[in-house]
């Protein structure tokens, strides 16, 4: 008798190649059954040590490149990856490559609203969009966006920033209901301030001040969250924000 063949079950994380990224790709290889498909923009080296520390675990992983703000790349990216993985699924997508552009709203330039907004919002559309039908089809799913206590709260200086992860905390509320039914979940995680190349330059001994827990919070404190929501443990949780963040009022 013909032997059955089962798919090849893969978890996509964008901007995996650095941060909070980096840090959920070997969470994920740690907790999971999944291969990983760790996407990058511009840093190749970043992402070869991330699938070097995946397969150090033992899992298996490949890097793909892509610029999240840019549909065609995306979906020709994904097309090629189809193509060559005839028998594969991307059954949880992580939306994480996100950037921030901060100043103060009255000098903000086009650029700098536009860029932000490109990456969070429209990255998680293009990249989004371009995997939703496979995975209705599969009948199960994960969907875990990063967004921002910005996007809760909102921050001076990040207008951008705050409406970017704002909207993308709306986007999750919607497509949550849309899918719920087969056994797609969809869920945003809002960090505060972790350590990482986004905060590299703010300061940490003066803005700790306001965070309960007199901290920045590590990346694979993130990493915990993301891995539960994208587990099979987590299936009745939908639509829902859970913040990360030390303490702060959101
Ligand atoms: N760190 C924090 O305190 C904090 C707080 C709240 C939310 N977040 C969110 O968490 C996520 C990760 O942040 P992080 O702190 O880890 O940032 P990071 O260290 O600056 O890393 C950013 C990652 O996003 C990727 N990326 C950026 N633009 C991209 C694009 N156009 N296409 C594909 N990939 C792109 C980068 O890829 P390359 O390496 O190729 O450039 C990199 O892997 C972001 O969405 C951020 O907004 C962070």
Known sequence: MEEKKTKQKYALVTGGSRGIGRAVCIQLAKDLDYNLLINYNGNKEAARQTLKEVEALGAKGEIIQFDVTNSDAVNK??????????????????????????????WMKPEDWHSVINTSLNGFYN?????????????????????SVSGLKG????VNYSAAKGAVIGATKALAQEVAKRNITVNAVAPGFI?????????EKELKKMIPANRFGEAEEVAHVVSFLASPKASYITGEVININGGIYS
């Open 127 to 147: 990249v989004t969009n371009a995997l939703i039908q496979k995975l209705l089809v599969n009948k199960y799913g994960r969907i875990i966006n990063m967004v």
């Open 195 to 203: 350590k990482s190349d986004m905060t590299a330059e703010l300061d």
């Open 77 to 106: 990216a994904f097309d090629v990856w189809h193509e060559t993985n005839k028998d594969a699924i991307i059954e949880v997508i992580i939306n994480n490559a996100g950037i921030t552009k901060d100043g103060l709203f009255m």
């Open 155 to 158: 921050t001076p200086g990040q």
